[in-house]
């Protein structure tokens, strides 16, 4: 059974940082799977901030230039590091793997349990 474990969210002032770190554990080989990262605030749709495949990155428009995923496959974990946070990046952040890079939510068969991610102003 796969399994994905978020870790490094909280609360931190506008401007400041944080690096997410999601662990995946299963019989599924996880080098070969695209993993990466959404965000949903109640409420709202699922938003899509990262993902990481092969030596390959995307990012949604909001984030880029702030956001940066990267992955150790040798520990199966990626992360997403977040430079200079705004208020608006506060969400719930779930880790995310799946067998293509795409953007679409829908695509993706494996969920963390989300961590929560707080910027105050």
């Known amino acids: 059974q796969v399994q994905l474990v978020e870790s490094g969210g909280g609360l931190v002032q506008a401007g400041g940082s944080l690096r997410l770190s999601c662990a995946a554990s299963g019989r599924t080989t996880f080098m070969h799977y695209a993993m990466g990262w959404f965000r949903q605030v109640p409420g709202k749709e699922r938003e899509f901030v990262a993902v990481a495949f092969s030596s390959a990155t995307d990012y949604g428009n909001s984030v880029k230039g702030r956001f940066t995923i990267s992955r150790e496959n040798a520990k199966n974990t990626v992360y997403l590091q977040m430079d200079k946070l705004k208020p608006e990046d506060t969400a719930d952040y779930y880790c995310?793997?799946?067998?293509?890079?795409?953007?679409?939510?829908?695509?993706?068969?494996?969920w963390g349990q989300g961590t929560q991610v707080t910027v105050s102003s």
């Open positions: 995310v793997a799946g067998p293509s890079p795409t953007t679409n939510a829908a695509t993706y068969p494996y």
